[in-house]
Every structure is written in structure tokens, then in C-alpha cells.
T-cell receptor, first 112, second 112 residues
């Protein structure tokens, strides 16, 4: 089945140690999104790619970066994770204007 | 800018009772509206979406929602709650099929 896959499902990292989360898709969608969802809060958009065009939300901290080497893969890099970055990170894809968004199962990040 | 407000962070119903989860939106243009469900440590699953066709939208698992422009509402209902409906529900809005903006979520508890 076509889907969005996030690895790993659970990630534990040390305070200040760079960490990378990955997302892959078999849907061939142009747009890929990264959302951060803290405990008991709504998902909050960090950034998205439209093909190779990167779009950062205005309030996304500089500590968060992303790479999209090809259509299928997108990575979220956290340069120096703080305790406040502990959250569920959700990847989603869509075709422009299609109103069909597909979410991965998420990666729960713990910072120790 | 668009936004959604979900009234009630927690809703409790008895098994077999009506489920009503409230969502009001704010948008300067005709919105596209969505309801998602999230089980613990899972991603988001689409229940239904409004795309300016029929105002009464039927979704999966017996859920439906009605778009009411005069009330700027898109409430989610289900005639008879089942234990498996216990989860967190998010209303979301999108303009022009771009990024999703989520409400704060409503946790539904189903009592036996």
C-alpha cells in the first residue's frame, strides 16, 4: 500500500546531541510537511517542502532544519535538542490542491 | 489567516449515546475543513473532510459533520458511541488546499 513511513517510532536523544528523524513516502506527492505535537496540544507546522522549495514557518526555531534529497525522503534535523523539544513529530504529504493529506505514524522524541 | 476553535477539551459520553464534538472556524475565504482522529502514540487518521460540495459530510466509522456557514461551524457527530471511539479528535482548516491548521483537540471518553 502507498503510505508515509516514519522512522524510528521512538527516539531517545541526549540534551544537546544532534538528532535526525526520517520520513519516506511511496505516494509520489509533491508536498511534504513536518509537524510538531507536544503533549496534549495540537500539531503545529514547522515547515514544508513543495518539491524542492523549502517553506519555513515564521515561528519555527532555528534549531530545526530539514532536508529533502529526493521526492521520496524528507529529514528533520534538530541541531541541539532541548528538553522543550520532546514531542511527537508527524510527517505528512499531499498533492497541491488535492485536499488529501496522508500522515505517518509519527516519531516520539524523548530528550534526556 | 484561518483558525479553528474546538469547544471542550474533554467530552465524556456513555456507550450508545450521541457523540457531539464542536468546531468553529475562522477564515477569510471559503475554507476546507477536516476532522482527524488520533489514538495514543499514533499518527492522524482522516475521518472526513468538507470541500464545498455537500454541506453534510459522511465519514468513516459512522461519523458525520455538517458545514454551517451562518454559524461558522463544522461539528462532528455520531449517533451511537462505541468504546473504540475513545480517542482524541482534531478539527483542521486549510485554505486553497495548502497547509492544515489544527484546533487544540478534544479528548473523547466513552463510558461503559
Amino acid at each position: 500500500d502507498a503510505m508515509v513511513i516514519q522512522n524510528p517510532r521512538y527516539q531517545v536523544t541526549q540534551f544537546g546531541k544532534p538528532v535526525t528523524l526520517s520520513c519516506s513516502q511511496t505516494l509520489n506527492h509533491n508536498v511534504m510537511y513536518w509537524y510538531q505535537q507536544k503533549s496534549s496540544q495540537a500539531p503545529k507546522l514547522l515547515f514544508h517542502y513543495y518539491d524542492k522549495d523549502f517553506n519555513n514557518e515564521a515561528d519555527t526555531p532555528d534549531n530545526f532544519q530539514s532536508r529533502r534529497p529526493n521526492t521520496s525522503f524528507c529529514f528533520l534535523d534538530i541541531r541541539s535538542p532541548g528538553l522543550g523539544d520532546a514531542a511527537m513529530y508527524l510527517c505528512a504529504t499531499s498533492r497541491p490542491g488535492s485536499l488529501g493529506y496522508t500522515f505517518g505514524s509519527g516519531t516520539r522524541l524523548t530528550v534526556v | 489567516a484561518q483558525s479553528v476553535t474546538q469547544l471542550g477539551s474533554h467530552v465524556s459520553v456513555s456507550e450508545g449515546a450521541l457523540v457531539l464534538l464542536r468546531c468553529n472556524y475562522s477564515s477569510s475565504v471559503p475554507p476546507y475543513l477536516f476532522w482527524y482522529v488520533q489514538y495514543p502514540n499514533q499518527g492522524l487518521q482522516l475521518l472526513l473532510k468538507y470541500t464545498s460540495a455537500a454541506t453534510l459530510v459522511k465519514g468513516i466509522n459512522g461519523f458525520e459533520a455538517e458545514f454551517k456557514k451562518s454559524e461558522t461551524s463544522f461539528h462532528l457527530t455520531k449517533p451511537s458511541a462505541h468504546m473504540s471511539d475513545a480517542a482524541e479528535y482534531f478539527c483542521a482548516v486549510s485554505q486553497y488546499g495548502n497547509k492544515l491548521v489544527f484546533g487544540a483537540g478534544t479528548i473523547l471518553r466513552v463510558k461503559s
